[in-house]
């Protein structure tokens, strides 16, 4: 039947409370008073929801 196609989930931690997410979106989630800054950065840097471009959203947003 071939390969099911797992996404890797992350967690974060903030403020004790851990979240976890798979894509970009649900990072917006997580940060709603960030999203245009978020969707912002996004698109300048062509990020997808890959490990790299997940990462760089995150380090993006700790940079804030």
Same mark, same amino acid.
Request: proline share 2%; aromatic share 10%; charged share 40%.
């Given at each position: ?6 996404? &890797? ?30 969707? @912002?950065? &996004? ?12 990462? &760089?959203?995150? &380090?993006?947003? @700790? @940079?804030?």
């Amino acid at each position: 039947l071939g390969d099911v196609y797992k996404r &890797q989930i992350y967690t974060i931690e903030i403020n004790g409370k851990r979240e976890r997410f798979r894509r970009i979106k649900e990072v917006i989630k997580i940060f709603p008073e960030r999203k245009k800054e978020i969707m @912002s950065f &996004q698109k300048k840097n062509k990020l997808k929801n890959d490990n790299e471009g997940i990462i &760089q959203v995150i &380090q993006y947003i @700790s @940079s804030l």
